[in-house]
Every structure is written in C-alpha cells, then in structure tokens.
C-alpha cells in the first residue's frame, strides 16, 4: 500500500461522496448532495475533468452502477427510485420506481441488462428486461435494511443486510442459504472469479466465504466501521476497503493485509472503486474524489502529495485536540461563514489547514478578528479571555458539585447581568433555584464587579427590541426537573479538605440539600405528547395594537376594539365567525410584524375546529423560512395541531415539506431548539400506531441533522427520546441508519456522563438498545 501515491483530487460536489464507480475511461460519483458526476480521464492519462452532471434525483444520491457493457449508467437515491441513463445523456431513460425507502445498493445482473438493488425497505429487487418493461423480482426475507447486494459467478445474487445476515438467491428470488458470522450491519459485498465472496462490516472486519458458502478466512486491520469493498483484478487477487476510521486499506485474497493504511483527510471513507489501470478510488465525508495510483508518472506533484499529506496530519492532530473544553474537529467549518450572524456574535471557525480562526459579525458580514492559539487539554485564550464551549468569555469558573464528578464551568462576561448568568448556569446544570443569590453573589466578588447590578425582571422584545412583549419562552407544558436534584456542592480547591456541604462559591455555607440516591428510571418510549400553551393575553394583544398603528398599508389595518376580541381565539373555545375573519385578515400581514399572531395560532390549533377554520398547512410552513421568531412560532403551531386527528392528517401529509423547512435551520436559540425537538418528538410518538417505515426514515435523518447543532439539554433530551421511541416502533427502518452515523454515536457517549441528568439517564438507554 505504501507504493500509492495521491494521483489527483476532483471536486465538484458539496457534500459527502457516497458513490464512486470506473467505466468508460471515466469516473462515475454519487453524492448526499442530490447529483452524480461524470469526470472523464484527459488525454495525458492522469488527470480528469467533469463532463457531465445528473440532477434528476430529489435527494441523495446513495449508490451508481455502469452495466450493459458500459452503455447505461444507474443511479440509486434516498428518494427511492433508480433512474437509468445511456452513458453521457443526462436525462433518463427510465426511472424505476417499486422500492417503497431508499436504494442504498446496485449490482449488474447476470446479464447485461439485468439490475439488482437493495433497500432500506428490506428487500433486494432483481430488473429483468430493462429495455422493455423495467419488470422486478422481490427478495423478500431480510428484517432490516439491504446495504449491499451482488451477483455471484455461479449465477446466484447475494444480498448483505443491517441484520447481520448476507442471503444467497437463485434467479427466481427464491432463498437458498443464509451466512452468518458478522456481529454488525453488513455493508459491501464483492463476488470473486471462483465462485467465492467477499463481505465488509461495522463489526470492522471482512470475511471471504468459499464457494460452498463456509467461512474460510476473516481480515482484521481496520478500527471501525467497513462501507465499501472493490476488487483490482489489474493488480491480481488484490482487493480495497474504505471505512469511518478515515482510511483506506490493500488486501491480498491470499496473503491478508498489504501494508500500512493510507489515511485520508476526512472521517468517513464511504466508498471505494479501482480503475482499469490498477489505480485506487474513493469517495468520502469532505465531498471529494481522490484518485491514488503506484505509477510514477499518474503521481501528482511534490507540492500537491505534500499538501494532502499535510492535511491529514493536521486532521490527525485535530482529532486529539481540544479547545475550550470541546473538540477542535467539532469545530465547524468556513462554510459556517455562509450563514447570517447577528452584531457582535463571535465564531470560531476551523480551517482547512488546521487553524483555527475567531470571526465577529460586524455590520452585515464576518471578519476575522485572530487566530486562537493554545494546546490542546485545559481552556484556551486569545486576546486574553478564555474559552468555553466554543464561545470566548471573560471568565471561566471552576466549580466541583460533587465528589468524584468533574468540576462544572460557570462562564461570565463583564458585559453580562450576573443575576442572569447566574440563572442560566443554574437551568443549564438542573441545580437547585435556592443557589441563584449565592452564583450571583459569587460573580460579582470574583468577576470584580465594582457596582451589583439589579435583575431587571423586565423583558425587552427580542425581536424588535421595544415593547414588553416577547413569545414565551416556556411555552411547554412538560415541568422541569430541576426541582427533583439532589445535590451536594463543594468548592474546587487546591486540596482535599473532606468537607462536602460548603458552600460552592463562598466556602462559608454548610447548605447542602443531601446526596443524591440512585433512581432507576425510564425515558423510553416517551408517549406524552407536548404542547405549547403558557402565553400572557395583555402583552400579546399590545404587541399588536403597536404593529398594527405601524402598518403603511390601511387595508391591512383593524381597529382596537377588533384586536380585542381576537382574544376568543387564546382559550380552546371556538371563537365566533367575526373574529376568525378578522384574524384571517391579520395573518395577511407582512412577515416581519407576524410573530404575535402566530404565537396565537399556535394557541388556537390545540382546537380541531378552530384549526380547520384558520390553519392552513402550507402557510405555517412558508413561515419557517421568515424570521426567527415566524420560525419558533410556526414550529410550536405544527407540534400543538398534533393532539387531533385533523391536525395530524394535515402534518402527515406535508411531513417532507416541514422536514425540508427545518433542515435549512443550522443554528438557533434553546426555545427554538426545543420547539424542533418537541415536534419530532410528538411525531415519533404518532408512530406507535402508524408505524410508517417512510415517516420514520425521515424523522430519523431529520432528528440527527438537528443533532449535529442542538446544544440544549432539554432539546436534546427530546430528540433522544424522539429517537428511542422510532427504534422502539420501528428498528428495522431506524437502527441500521444510526449505526452508521458516528456524531450520533459520539454525542451520545459524551452524554451518557451529562450533568443533566435525565440526559445521561437516556443515552445510557440509547446505548443499551444499541447494542
């Protein structure tokens, strides 16, 4: 393996590779950012360019296969359907449409113009006459996801599954014998000249199966999970794998592993593929194809192989490396950089080359404002603060709430209320309310505060920054558990002094409200649906009267006497027709003085006839992508119509429009946060009885999109739940997909040790139906 060398690297994708096949001259890629690719091979044979770019799938492309002696290309997508081409024609031919999930696997037939494809529907589907009527054979037998399929030089069909288990077919669909021997997902398959097989893991390991269908030998080398195998025949018995431990690895049939690994710059090597000539292809997590070649004069320059091998230095570095208390490689990127900020919000940004650069936004765009520097371990500082969770303050405490558990970080800005500071450390860490005159206290001492600021119980509107009303920020019926820690607190000293009830901040209180007892409990599944119901009338109808005076347009203008008596509509009572005309009227108005009136509709969908009257679907999902404050009230008004079957339905029938609507959301605040995780959690919910294998792929992807952002507790306590509850419903739609998805497995590991507590109590549930 140490023989190949970066030959080149073709961009042209935004997203993941997931597919790369050779034919024609011409590498063939399929990626999560819903196209396939076509880069042709120049005439110095060493190099590529796009020529083609198919866009005819609605969501990711997952697999590509080139069959009929290289004349038709076949693309397999999340959207379910394969669409067929002639080579180099961008629009299909066909589209095949029987699979009911996503196609995550194809194979050429027996013959040339024979398909096979496997599922997350369960099934693997044989095309006979592809040309003529595009008819299918049913593999129908696994009880989970078929991610790989293959044809077997004894004119049989295999088929690899999340169930552990690879089926053998004849060309009836009828199953002749089952393999077993993974003890996780089996992920690739590739039929080998004599009649044998070989088959890859997320149990890490590959197994060559002889002819007669026993195990006859296992590879081991790589450290997690094995996506993709392919055969070079070029270079002999001589076979490739790429997997999630960043690498790819050379096998021989016969003699076991070739070398060391090459590690690539990015976390998931998802797909492998070998070129006519011998050279090695892969597709992978940062949206590039590479090509590796052992011939000298395909090698790509010094400059270029040294710059590639710099950059997975780097990644290696940054995998080891924390900063403030949290990854450096959980850092997001520069395209984090594409989204709006608001004035004065600081990032930090990693950057291809390893760096990692701090942006301010500063009237309407980001500007690099320093380099944060500091070893990895302990809390980083630049421009003399210090870091925390990604975010630079001008304090970071120490604080032991616990004997034996690590200390807890209290950040402070001297910019910032301390009362409210204090507060939010208290409902971020599920302490007792009884501490927040003591944190507060704390602050200002050690903060050196020269005056003690007074709590202003006071809102500003967040959203336009006057008036007093603001959406509630509590709008969920579900209580807090804050009530129910116990726990003991000690100040973090340089040594042991025994003592466990002093006060945590001071040293000089002996209150401690007991140890806490170990209570078993259980979070899955969760069937309590949420609703948003806390509002305060008088607030909600001055904001509108103020809206209302500042309105250009007098046709949208109603009098005061009118907007009172839109208050009908707060209650779960169906209000008279003359109300929900005028409010009809109201929601007319433009989008950035809507919020008020979503924040009642939201209340007035918890009735089926009121939101039979006044909720059309597809408005309150237009709003989404308005302002924050339309998108945290359109997002409270979709969970609150899941409690009757009306607005259920509604949901039901638009829940991928809603999923596309909250998958452009990146970042948020915590009620925003927890009004996404409630909806997919009173989703999930609904599929006890429906058990919809679509609805709850989706759900799923969805929930761990949103994962890779939510940061609240709470929220993501829900979500967690929300995803308990589909593994519960419906593991053989859910359970292959989160297997594969290292950031869910790594958050929840972190959170099996939270501070919040139902959070660490339910990811040590997730992992225990994990596994």
């Known amino acids: 393996m140490e023989e190949f060398k970066l030959s080149a690297e073709l961009s042209g994708h935004s997203l993941d590779v997931r597919a790369v096949t050779y034919a024609n001259n011409c590498i063939i890629s399929g990626s999560r950012d819903k196209t396939a690719r076509i880069f042709e091979r120049t005439d110095d044979g060493k190099n590529f360019k796009q020529t083609e770019v198919l866009t005819n799938h609605s969501n990711f492309v ?39 999930s996503t196609v995550c696997s194809l194979a050429q037939g027996l013959e040339s113009k024979i398909l096979i494809s496997g599922s997350w529907d369960q099934t693997a589907r044989i095309w006979n006459n592809l040309d003529i009527d595009s008819s299918s054979i049913e593999l129908n037998g696994h009880e989970a996801a078929v991610w790989a399929v293959c044809t077997l030089k004894n004119g049989k069909y295999a088929t690899g599954s999340a169930d552990k288990n690879i089926f053998v077919w004849n060309t009836r669909g009828e199953k002749l014998v089952v393999l077993k021997g993974h003890t996780d997902c089996v992920r690739a398959l590739a039929a080998l000249d004599d009649g044998s097989l070989l088959s890859a893991s997320n149990d890490a390991t590959i197994r060559h199966w002889s002819d007669t269908y026993d195990c006859i030998k296992e590879f081991h080398g790589h450290a997690n999970y094995i996506y993709s195998i392919a055969l070079n025949p070029a270079l002999g018995d001589l076979f490739v794998t790429g997997s999630e431990d960043n690498t790819i690895r050379l096998w021989s049939v016969s003699k076991g592993a070739l070398g060391d690994a090459i590690y690539l710059p990015a976390q998931s090597v998802w797909a492998v593929a070998c070129a006519d000539n011998g050279d090695i292809i892969t597709g992978s997590s940062d949206a590039l194809v590479r090509v590796f070649t052992k011939d000298p004069s395909r090698m790509a320059s010094e400059e270029t ?56 936004w500063t009237k309407g765009k980001w500007e690099c404002v320093g380099d944060v520097m500091g070893a990895a371990g302990g809390t980083q500082q630049t421009s003399g603060k210090s870091l925390h969770e990604g975010k630079e303050y001008d304090y970071v405490f120490n604080v032991d709430i616990e004997d034996g558990k690590p200390p807890i970080k209290l950040p402070f800005n001297v910019t ?131 809206f209302n005076n500042q309105l250009e347009d007098e046709n949208l203008k109603v009098t005061d006497t009118q907007i009172d008596s839109i208050n009908q509509l707060f209650s779960n009572n169906v209000p008279d027709d003359e109300t929900i005309k005028i409010f009809k009227k109201l929601l007319q108005w433009p989008n950035d003085k809507l919020f008020p009136l979503l924040d009642i509709l939201r209340l007035g969908v918890r009735n089926k006839i009121i939101c039979e009257k006044l909720a059309s679907i597809d408005y309150v999902i237009d709003k989404i992508s308005t302002t924050a404050a339309n998108q945290l009230m359109s997002i409270r008004a979709l969970s609150n119509m899941l409690i009757h079957e009306y607005g259920k339905n509604s949901v039901e029938v638009k829940i ?76 053989s739609a859910t359970v292959s997909i989160i297997k594969s998805t290292e950031n869910f497995k790594n958050s929840l590991e972190r959170n099996r040790s939270a501070q919040y507590e139902k959070l660490a109590e339910i990811s040590n549930e997730l992992t225990e139906k994990l596994l």
């Not at 080139?66 to 299909?92: E, H, M, R």
């Open 62 to 100: 997952s697999s590509v296969c080139v069959l009929n002696d290289g004349n038709w290309l076949a693309t397999a997508s999340n959207d379910k359907t394969i669409c067929l081409y002639n080579f180099g024609i961008v629009q299909p031919f066909a589209t095949l449409k029987e699979h009911t």
């Open 416 to 546: 910032e209320d301390p009362w409210m500071a204090a507060q939010k450390f208290i409902h971020k860490n599920d302490l007792p309310q009884v501490y927040l005159e003591q944190v507060a206290n704390f602050i200002i001492k050690n903060a050196s505060l020269t005056t003690m600021p007074v709590a202003n119980e006071s809102f500003a509107d967040p959203f336009t920054g006057g008036g007093r009303y603001v959406p509630s920020s509590n709008g969920n019926n579900v209580q807090s558990s804050s009530n129910n820690v116990n726990v003991n607190f000690r100040e973090r000293t340089g040594g042991n002094s025994g003592a466990i009830n002093l006060d945590p901040f001071t040293g000089g209180s002996s209150y401690s409200s007991g140890k806490r007892d170990l209570i078993v409990q259980k979070h899955i599944p969760c069937l309590n649906l949420s609703t948003f119901d806390a509002f305060d009338g008088s607030k909600i109808l001055a904001k509108l009267k103020e």
């Open 656 to 731: 991928i429009n809603i999923c596309e609507s909250i998958s452009k959301i990146s970042q948020g605040s915590s009620n925003l946060q927890n009004a996404i995780a409630t909806f997919f959690l009173n989703q999930s919910i609904l599929q006890k009885d429906v058990k919809s294998e679509e609805v709850c792929t989706i759900l799923l992807l969805e929930l761990l999109r949103a994962l890779d952002w939510i940061s609240d507790p709470e929220a993501t306590f829900k979500s967690y739940a929300a995803i308990g509850n589909l593994i519960t419903f419906n593991s």
């Open 305 to 360: 192989i040294s710059a590639f091998e710099t950059a997975v230095a780097t990644r290696k570095l940054e995998q080891s490396k924390e900063l403030g208390g949290i990854k450096v490689n959980d850092l997001p990127g520069p395209e984090s950089l594409l989204q709006v900020g608001s004035e004065g919000q600081t990032r930090l940004v990693r950057q291809p080359d390893g760096k990692i650069l701090c942006y301010q």
